[in-house]
Structures are given as structure tokens and as C-alpha cells.
């Protein structure tokens, strides 16, 4: 079974973040009031919140170590993803045990490499109890890392069956944004930047939320 979380824009987080699972990014905790005060309000409520340590960019890539100890002074995450670099085992392997050894939390190593096999060394050389695959290696990965943290998704929102675990996927509010139900997924939408302000297509964006929720959920 998979767990949903919605990704969203700022200003439309209680409209469309309705799941017990929420994620969120440092760089959005500090910079954000109204973003920082809708996920310590959900840490309140018992939701599973997971921090994310990485940069808002296409690429994925670390963000600063010292801005994440800020962030983990008045946030207690559930799970913490470490960070990684994209498509690197190495670099990847080294900075997740940099972060690790100083902060404190519940760790999901995130996934990299190039090739199935580059993927097996990074989980083997990672050993968290589960992990985190990125948007960019569901193609890589798919058919053997089934049960995980996944995130994002830019194809579309049926691309899980068979998995296990949790997603984290701004789809389909992204969709919804420009009036698209999550059938109507090509091409793929841009990435949120997170700071939208016009919601023009509310309704079908709820529709799509909820749709995403109980395609997996229920």
C-alpha cells in the first residue's frame, strides 16, 4: 500500500496538503513563515512530517548543512532524507555521511547512480533501515526498489502500482494549476516554484488530490 503526501505552493498548503504526510524543504522553513508555521502546526498534530535536505533546484544537490541545523532547532521531523547528489554514488555516500554524523533524527538515504548496479552499491554503502528514490530514478530503478520513500513524479500518477511505501508529489496540484486532470498528464506540467498565487482551477485541482489519494489509499 502507498501513502500520499501533496506537494504544494505556499499559499494553498491547507487547501491541498489534506494527508497525515507532509514534506517539506529546509531553505522553505526559514524563508517562509506561513510555510514554517503549516508544518510545525502538522508536527503538532501528529503528522509524519519528512524534511528533505535538499536545494530547490531542477538538479538535486545538498542543501547547506548549517541552515539544516537551524531548521532542526525548532523542527523535529519524523523522518530526515539526507542529502545526495544527483546521479553520483560517491559524492552521494560521503555527504550523506557527513550530515549523519552531525545531526540527530531518523535517516532515509536517498538513492543515486547511473545504472541499476551503481544504485545497488549506493543503497548497500547508504544501510538505512528503508530509502528515498528520486523523481530522475524511477526509470533506473523500477522493478527493484519497490518499497521506499518516493519522490515527486513528472510522468504519471499510476506509475506506483506495485510499490510500496510512501509518495510525496506535487502532480497534482501542478495539473490542477492549469486546469488538467491527472488524465490529461502530457506533456508534464512545469515544476511549482512555490511561490504561485493563482488558483484558477480550484475544483479540479481538489479533484485531482483526492483522486491521487484514493487511487493508492483506498
Not at 533546484?57 to 548549517?66: A, C, H, K, N, Q
Not at 484558477?200 to 485531482?208: A, H, L, M, S
Request: net charge positive.
Amino acid at each position: 500500500m502507498m501513502k500520499v503526501g501533496i506537494i504544494a505552493p505556499i499559499k494553498f498548503l491547507r487547501k491541498y496538503c489534506i494527508t497525515n504526510i507532509q514534506y517539506c524543504l529546509p531553505s522553505l522553513l526559514e524563508e517562509s513563515k506561513g510555510y514554517r508555521e503549516f508544518y510545525l502546526e502538522r508536527q503538532r498534530m501528529g503528522n509524519i512530517v519528512i524534511l528533505d535536505c535538499k536545494k530547490i533546484s531542477w538538479r538535486r544537490e545538498p542543501e547547506d548543512l548549517e541552515l539544516v541545523k537551524k531548521v532542526l532547532t525548532y523542527l523535529k521531523p519524523s523522518l530526515i532524507i539526507l542529502p545526495s547528489y544527483m546521479y553520483s554514488v560517491d559524492l552521494t555516500i560521503m555527504v550523506a555521511k557527513e550530515y549523519s554524523g552531525k545531526l540527530k533524527g531518523n535517516f532515509i538515504g536517498c538513492l543515486e547512480g547511473t545504472t541499476l548496479r551503481e544504485t545497488k552499491k549506493c543503497a548497500k554503502n547508504l544501510k538505512p533501515a528503508q530509502y528515498a528514490i528520486p523523481s530522475h530514478l524511477f526509470n533506473i530503478c523500477k522493478g527493484y526498489f519497490k518499497e521506499g520513500i518516493f519522490i515527486e513524479n513528472h510522468s504519471s500518477i499510476d506509475e506506483f502500482i506495485g510499490s510500496d511505501g510512501i509518495l510525496v508529489t506535487s502532480l497534482p496540484v501542478r495539473l490542477g494549476l492549469q486546469g488538467r486532470l491527472l488524465s490529461d498528464d502530457k506533456p508534464s506540467p512545469p515544476s511549482l516554484t512555490f511561490h504561485e498565487d493563482e488558483d484558477r482551477y480550484p475544483t479540479v485541482t481538489r479533484r485531482n488530490v483526492e483522486e491521487a489519494i484514493d487511487f493508492y489509499e483506498v
